[in-house]
DNA sequence: CGTCGGCGCACCGGCTGGTTCCGGCACGCA
DNA sequence: TGCGTGCCGGAACCAGCCGGTGCGCCGACG
């Protein structure tokens, strides 16, 4: 899958090279096509997982990983990113190209050390000048992203804790709040309190609701 | 509004016209890129919408509609084919294109006239040899929605019919039973009923439990 | 004309769900 | 060391919601 070039054009500066991750094949090509034709841009690998980015990452050492966040089964966007900046120091920047906006995601991929954060929706020639920011290590937001992130900075919305999302995570299964009891070795009523909470934090009153905006607002894998 | 078209030219040598709908600008400058790369294929407009897509089939009348499913505000996917194969007689043909092999996606979109149903995962050359088939107005199923058709037709599971649709899209909003019944102006009794109904399709017990599946099977605009 | 699927309704009993209040820990900080 | 805070786990209470069952009406379809 790699092609070693062994003539590297020395122009104004070189080549940023780039590694592609999307389960997609059809887009991954597509997006292979679309900056191939692209000057100042080599695309060097393709992976369809995020294990194979994280291989890719390691053994190319990349400018920069371009990273979708859903990849369907296996490791996911996030903690691929989270361990090719880690792996690399930093070295490699992983730029972000997704379909969603939504809080959770953001927050999860800049923290997993994500250098930029884009949207598919955005216009071609934006993700050329992200990724060449991206290649210099600048932050690049498209700006839907730059807009929630603001925004979350103003209203800091409280996060969920790791255990109310094992609640949530329960009840998205349909589970009675004795059968969530159950699963997690908890008593009832303690279910019923970290419920209390959720509903508190996303702005609901009832079970329906909660699992309605957990599957919004992506807050489970 | 049929233009009586008086020469079929038997072409093997002509392009096949195209016309891309995705509303993701990135994803659709990378399928130009890769189609204008393939033989045969000539792009002749993009959409961003299913407004511009059935706008841009009347003008134009491509071979065959790249059509995404989901496709943001508005119009969607398959309301937007409805609409071309209806107004073109069939003349244009439309090839779904799109990440999810959902039941509920996939009849829908057949169900509305597509010619062919392909997912974003499959090989870039199925999409080509998909689109052949396409313009020849032959049906071109990838493999995963072929494998869930003829599962559906094994086992048929019941749809829901719209008066459920509409609970359900109640309760996905956290509401409870008799604010439901309020908002649909029917008697609290009737919307357990429905319920009841709706459990029994989607084989869930608890009224989370059906958010849940809701939500998962896209069965929700 | 039969009957079949979809829709709407009534009744009821069990028990689930939501609320409130409380204590224990771990941690950070002065 | 003491204090404040955030997170976790729990007890008790009671309203009323939920789910099940049975039934009638209507229109489509054969």
Same mark, same amino acid.
């Given at each position: 899958? =790699?092609?070693?070039?062994?003539?590297?054009?020395?122009? /104004?500066? *070189?080549?940023?090279?780039?590694?592609?991750?999307?389960?997609?094949?059809?887009?991954? $090509?597509?997006?292979?096509?679309?900056?191939?034709?692209?000057?100042?841009? /080599?695309?060097?690998?393709?992976?369809?997982?995020?294990?194979?980015?994280? !291989?890719?990452?390691?053994?190319?050492?990349?400018?920069?990983?371009?990273?979708?966040?859903?990849?369907?089964?296996?490791? @996911?966007?996030?903690?691929?990113?989270?361990?090719?900046?880690?792996?690399?120091?930093?070295?490699?920047?992983?730029?972000?190209?997704?379909?969603?906006? %939504?809080?959770? @995601?953001?927050?999860? $991929?800049?923290? +997993?050390?994500? %250098?930029?954060?884009?949207?598919?929706?955005?216009?071609?020639?934006?993700?050329?000048?992200?990724?060449?920011? *991206?290649? +210099?290590?600048? %932050?690049?937001?498209?700006?839907?992203?730059?807009?929630?992130?603001?925004?979350?900075?103003?209203?800091?919305?409280? !996060?969920? %804790?790791?255990?109310?999302?094992?609640?949530?995570?329960?009840? !998205?299964?349909?589970? =009675?709040?004795?059968?969530?009891?159950?699963?997690?070795?908890?008593?009832?009523?303690?279910?019923?309190?970290?419920?209390?909470?959720?509903?508190?934090?996303?702005?609901? @009153? =009832?079970? *329906?609701? *909660?699992?309605?905006?957990?599957?919004?607002?992506?807050?489970?894998?």
């Amino acid at each position: 899958m =790699t092609r070693p070039d062994p003539v590297k054009l020395p122009e /104004e500066a *070189a080549s940023v090279r780039i590694v592609l991750c999307d389960d997609h094949a059809v887009v991954r $090509a597509g997006l292979r096509a679309l900056l191939d034709s692209a000057p100042g841009i /080599e695309v060097v690998g393709e992976a369809d997982s995020g294990a194979e980015a994280v !291989a890719l990452a390691m053994k190319l050492t990349p400018d920069v990983v371009l990273m979708d966040l859903q990849l369907g089964v296996g490791l @996911d966007g996030v903690e691929a990113t989270r361990r090719i900046t880690a792996a690399s120091g930093g070295s490699v920047h992983v730029l972000v190209l997704t379909t969603y906006d %939504t809080d959770a @995601d953001i927050t999860r $991929a800049i923290e +997993a050390g994500a %250098t930029g954060y884009l949207l598919k929706a955005e216009r071609p020639d934006e993700l050329f000048t992200a990724i060449h920011s *991206a290649a +210099a290590g600048r %932050t690049a937001l498209s700006a839907p992203v730059a807009h929630r992130v603001m925004a979350r900075m103003r209203s800091p919305r409280p !996060a969920l %804790t790791d255990r109310e999302r094992d609640i949530l995570g329960q009840l !998205a299964r349909g589970l =009675t709040n004795r059968d969530i009891a159950k699963a997690l070795y908890l008593s009832e009523a303690t279910v019923k309190t970290h419920l209390g909470r959720i509903y508190g934090k996303l702005d609901v @009153d =009832t079970r *329906a609701g *909660a699992v309605a905006v957990a599957k919004e607002q992506r807050l489970l894998p």
